[in-house]
């Protein structure tokens, strides 16, 4: 297991999110298609990679995130698990990310290592504002922009009231973010932004990747 988890948000973080198309009977082509788009990811210095392939059992799960943490030690890049802490503690990632039907925080805080990273999707205030209670590191506020499937858009206005009332506590912007408007949300308070669709191509991962840590120099 890496020596330190501990997450930095003092720069804009970029959340890639696998797609979650994978099943038993592709297992073996999209394992390579993951494990070398998380490999790009390495490469472009993005900070958080979640491994949400819900279609598979556990023990493929595993095998995924198992070699994903090969490909991510002694870097600063983190693997998170959808859902399964306890796949994510057996394959040595770093740490969860809870969905509404996962445990909550609070019973991952008392139940596992310290320096455990636990994500929370939220899609209300009273949600985010119950994972920082209950000692989450972060949250992710979606959907932001229309996004397929995942109902009405949140909207930039709701994202600032969120990340001003929860302030310092991260926020993660999801939900319909690409290159137009990522800077968008980060300028309504965001202390990152994630992303499926549009990150799991290799060339967007590249540029946005790009983009962002040129954007980060100059403002430094």
Do not use: W
């Not at 073996?28 to 788009?37: A, N, S, V």
């Not at 556990?58 to 306890?86: G, H, P, W, Y």
């Amino acid at each position: 297991m890496k020596s330190e988890k501990f997450v930095s948000f003092n720069k804009p973080q970029i959340y890639l999110i696998t797609a979650g198309t994978t099943t038993a009977k592709d297992f073996t082509e999209k394992k390579l298609q993951i494990l070398k788009l998380i490999k790009t990811a390495v490469e472009a210095k993005i900070s958080l990679i979640q491994i949400r392939e819900k279609r598979l059992a556990a023990r493929l799960v595993f095998e995924i995130v198992s070699e994903a943490v090969n490909l991510t030690r002694c870097t600063d890049t983190k693997i998170l698990v959808n859902d399964r802490a306890d796949i994510a503690l057996a394959a040595n990632a770093d740490g969860v990310h809870l969905t509404r039907t996962s445990l909550s925080a609070a019973i991952i805080r008392r139940s596992f290592p310290r320096d455990f990273i636990v994500g929370v999707s939220a899609h209300t205030i009273e949600k985010a504002e119950i994972a920082k209670r209950h000692g989450a590191n972060f949250v992710t506020f979606s959907p932001i922009f229309s996004s397929p499937g995942k109902g009405d858009s949140q909207g930039v206005e709701k994202l600032k009231e969120l990340c001003k009332r929860l302030k310092p506590f991260p926020v993660v912007a999801l939900g319909g973010i690409d290159e137009t408007n990522f800077a968008e949300v980060l300028a309504a308070g965001a202390s990152g932004f994630a992303a499926i669709r549009f990150l799991n191509k290799e060339k967007n991962l590249k540029k946005i990747a790009a983009d962002l840590h040129r954007k980060t120099r100059i403002q430094i």
